[in-house]
Every structure is written in C-alpha cells, then in structure tokens.
C-alpha cells in the first residue's frame, strides 16, 4: 500500500513548511537582498503564518475546498508575484482532486505538474528563466519518471526531493528572464534565486513528510 | 530612518485614509485599500494601480477627467486580485473597465488574473501596458522596459476619452497611442528606504549619480559624477529622443521628482529641457513639473516626452480634477 494523505494529513505537511520557511528567514532575505528588493520571504512568510491561522477550518474541508483556501490566502496575504503565482498553482492543482478523498503517488504527481503549468501560464515564464519554476519543473519530471519506471514510492520521494533541490541550485549559474534581478547588469548570474529556493524548502518537507507515511 | 509613520506595517492603509479624509470626493475601501470615486457616472472605467512608495501616484489620479478607481499594493509590491478586482467593480458602470497597468511582472499577472476573474462576472476589462522608461532595453523575451512617469500621461488621456463617452476600444486605443509616443529617463541621486526595510537599498558616493536607475532602486545604466542641471538635461533628452523620432514635432513634457528633490531643482531642469528641446525645433506645448511618480525619498527625476497629434491634445487640455493633477 502506498500513502494516503487526507486533507488533515496536508495541514501537517504545511505546518512543518512553514516551520522550514520561518527557520530560513536570514538566509533566504540575504539571497533576496543580493537581486531583488529584500522583501520574498517576509512574505512568503506571513503567508504561512497565515494558513497556519486556518488550519481549523481547512483540516475539516474536502482537499478541493482545502487547496483553492490555501490559494486565495496565499495569493491574498503574500502578494507580489510570489502570491499571484502561488494562488494560481493552488487553484490549479484543486482542479485534480475534484471529487477526491485522498492524495495517492498518481495524484500527488498530477498536482505537481497542475501547479508547475499554472505558474508557467500566469507567469509567462519557462524552466531556464531563474524562477521558482526551475525547481519545481525537473521535480515533476523526476515524478513523472519514477511513475513510467513503477519505481517504489520509497525510492520516488528520495528522487523527487533531489530533483527539486539540485534545480534550485541551478539557478545560480542563470540568467534572469522575470521579475526583478533580470535589471540587475549581469542579470543575476551567481546568485541562486530566492523564490526557487523557497519552492525547494516546500517540496522537500512535503517529500519527507510522504516519506513518513509509508 | 526617519520617517512621520506609525508603524512600516500600516503604511499603505494610514496613507490612503488621510488622503480620503483630505479629499472628499474620494472613497477608501477597508482591508482592500481602493480608492475610487465616491460619485459613479456611466462612462467607461479607468482603474490603474500598483505597489505603494510611488505617491501620488495612482490614488492621486482618481477624480473626474482621470481615474474611476486606483489599488494599492504593498510598498512596492503589486496588489493582488482580490484587491484589483474590488477596483474593477467600483470602476465598473457597466460600459466596462481598462486597467493601466505598469510594465512589472508582478503587476502583470496580478492584473490579468483580476481581469480573468472580473470576466468570469460578466464585466468587460481590457487593458494596456506602459513600458517608458528607455534605460531598460525594450524586449519581447524578457520582462523588457518599465513603466515610470509617463504612466500620469496615460490616465490623463484614457481618462479624458473616457470622460468624453468613448466606448471602451476607443478608449484602450487612445490609452495605446500616448503610449505609443512615450519616453521617459531618470536619474537618481540617492537611494529610497522601504519603512519595513529601515535602510537605504544601496549607497551612492557624495558626488555620485546614476542614470536611468528605476522608480523601485533598480540599478540604472551607468553611474557617473554630479553634472550641472545642463548636462543633466541633454544626458536624459539624448537618450529619449535616440529612441523615438520628436524631431518637428509638438510634445507635451513632464518633468517629474523623485520625491526628495526640491521643485527649485526641476525648474532649473525644466529650463535646460526646453532649450535644448527648441534647439531640435520639437515644440513644447504643454509643461508639466513637479513630483508626479515618485519613488518614496528618492532624490532625482525624470523627463518623459509625450508626441502629441491633434488628438492627444484635445485630451490632454480636457478638463481634470484630481487631487494631484488639475486641468481647468
């Protein structure tokens, strides 16, 4: 039997993010500081504070109704691009579970990849770009992988992970297409981009926390 | 820092309150932070908005001959849906909506995807993109140039078509020729510091100054010693009109601060601009100066250079009241 995670079982997930976030402020505004205007995890922050303020009502909600709430504080309380971004992945990934109880390995890479085009979409943005998508991107290939080669979800939550976070690394060595670093004079090159690295934070808990439940 | 605040928490709610309180022709929405116009007519609504820091811009514009509803976002920071689409409805008399919005990937996707939301209702929203500032290079790939000063040239003009009964294709039309004929460059002298932040973003040396740095901090195209007011002019016009031909032609000027430069210092400016301007033989028409987009205490300006036809004249001389710009 693999995992099964109700939508209780994402609130836990989403506690330990946020806990992750938190415990990265310093770092995480140093990278920001360096391209940007200093402000991403602040932000992202106080967007997870804020769900952490919701989860009463969002653990006794179906996973449809629990997602498109995590969208809409995320898109409402972050704001910038980072909450526009998120509340578009969380609306899109709450198109998949429709009528769903549980989040199994086929969902949870379904939802992936409905984030991964949603933020695309909205932010006219492509992998290569130096965004958060060049994390989560190879992260839903890996996914999509694991699944075509019916690897153990032992073994998939392991890659995955790895995927997400080698991609967030890669961001150093490129060139900035969107958002701020891109007036930067070398386009932000050397630096790793701060809204990748949070996308890391957030799919590496979620890996370990799926890790738990096997 | 210094600054007359509270808290760098309630900034952007403090400042759209007393502005409501110091103009009562203007609406605050709670929690939202719209301003718009507490008298609705039926005419075609012009919403603009964006991250706060930038006063008095874009709440400053709303009034008649301007904007119907501005949203602020964060200091600068992109407002999100939620917000915009509460702008959309109070802009919104049924003959639909045009969002002005600023060429930032933030405030794009924000924007569109309060659009999107606002047609799932049944309202029509179209927008336009003002992309000025020429220190940027324009590009399709990228983000490509922001959108600075001339962005108060385009409410002026969408507003004033608007205003006259214009439907909304004839309205994003006219907003899309003064875009079409905009250019601005700026220059900063010092750095801004964002009340949450405390400090400046970056330092510049006593006697240094860059050019073509962005309404936000962004770096600029080269930093280089203080010049004189003439120089100054003739390095910001130099780039403006390499990149759009003026040349015989009539233009309305708009010499904007950057919130820490005294007037004294854009009038000065404001001289040298026309000189060299008359010297080109391009026509001043009409001269705006003063503190129009600002950067909070930024000290620096901008010139932006709007080509005018026929037109554009008619709407730009059309009547105005707002709180930060009147045409009577």
């Known amino acids: ?103 199994e390995n086929q969902d949870m890479c379904n939802i992936m990849e409905a984030m991964l085009n949603a933020i695309m979409q909205r932010g006219n943005a492509k992998p290569g770009f130096k965004t958060m998508i060049d994390c989560l991107y190879p992260a ?30 890669s961001t150093a060595a490129m060139e900035a297409i969107r958002g701020r670093a891109c007036y930067q004079a070398n386009k932000g090159v050397g630096h790793l981009d701060p809204g990748a690295i949070t996308m890391a934070y957030q799919i590496e808990t979620l890996m370990d926390y799926i890790a738990t439940k096997l | 820092m210094k600054k007359i605040i509270n808290h760098p928490n309630s900034v952007v709610t403090e400042l759209l309150i007393g502005m409501a309180k110091a103009h009562p022709d203007l609406k605050y929405t709670d929690e939202l932070e719209v301003i718009s116009r507490k008298v609705k007519s039926k005419k075609v609504g012009i919403v603009s908005g964006g991250g706060s820091g930038h006063e008095p811009a874009h709440a400053g514009y709303v009034g008649k001959g301007m904007l119907d509803a501005a949203v602020a976002g964060n200091v600068f920071s992109s407002p999100s849906p939620d917000r915009i689409i509460k702008g959309i409805e109070e802009a919104n008399s049924g003959e639909g909506v045009l969002l002005v919005i600023k060429n930032y990937s933030g405030d794009i996707m924000n924007f569109e ?7 799932m209702d049944d309202i029509r929203v179209e927008s336009v993109v003002v992309k000025d500032d020429v220190a940027v290079p324009d590009s399709t790939y990228s983000t490509g140039r922001r959108g600075i000063a001339g962005t108060v040239f385009v409410h002026k003009i969408a507003g004033a ?3 006259a009964g214009a439907n909304l294709d004839q309205v994003k039309a006219a907003a899309e020729k003064a875009i079409a004929n905009i250019r601005s460059m700026g220059m900063a002298m010092n750095s801004c ?42 390095i910001l016009l130099s780039k403006v009109l390499a990149d759009y031909d003026y040349s015989g032609s009539e233009v309305a000027v708009l010499i904007n601060g950057l919130g820490a430069t005294p007037l004294m210092e854009l009038y000065i400016l404001n001289n040298e601009v026309e000189k060299i301007l ?13 503190n129009y987009m ?23 001389d059309a009547p105005c009241d707002t709180p930060a710009l009147k045409v009577l």
């Not at chain 2, 995807?113 to 047609?119: I, V, Y």
């Open chain 2, 278 to 290: 008359t010297e080109k033989n391009i026509k001043v028409y009409k001269t705006f100066v003063g």
């Open chain 2, 161 to 163: 078509k608007a205003e």
């Open chain 2, 113 to 119: 995807m309060a659009k999107d939301m606002a047609e």
């Open chain 1, 140 to 169: 839903v290939e890996c996914y999509k992988d694991c699944i075509t080669k019916a690897l153990s979800e032992n073994e998939t939550v392991v890659l995955v992970k790895k995927a997400a976070v080698e991609g967030a690394q």
């Open chain 1, 1 to 103: 039997m693999g995992f099964r995670l109700s939508s209780k079982d994402y609130v836990e997930y989403i506690k330990l993010a946020a806990a992750k976030i938190h415990e990265n402020g310093d770092y995480v505004t140093a990278l920001d500081a360096a391209t940007g205007d200093g402000d991403h995890w602040s932000n992202i922050n106080i967007g997870f504070e804020k769900l952490i303020e919701a989860i009463p009502v969002m653990e006794t909600m179906s996973l449809f109704d629990e997602f498109k709430k995590i969208g809409m504080i995320m898109m409402s309380v972050i704001g910038g691009s980072s909450g526009v971004l998120y509340g578009s992945a969380y609306m899109g990934a709450a198109k998949v579970l429709k009528d769903k109880d549980v989040i």
């Open chain 2, 193 to 234: 510091t964002l009340p949450a932040v405390g400090k400046p973003g970056f330092v510049l040396g006593e006697n240094e100054i860059e050019i073509g740095m962005g309404i936000h901090g962004e770096p600029g195209v080269e930093r280089t010693s203080v010049k004189t007011a003439a120089e100054t002019a003739d």
């Open chain 2, 294 to 316: 600002t950067s909070l205490d930024m000290s620096g300006c901008s010139v932006t250079l709007m080509k005018l036809d026929e037109e554009l004249k008619e709407l730009l």
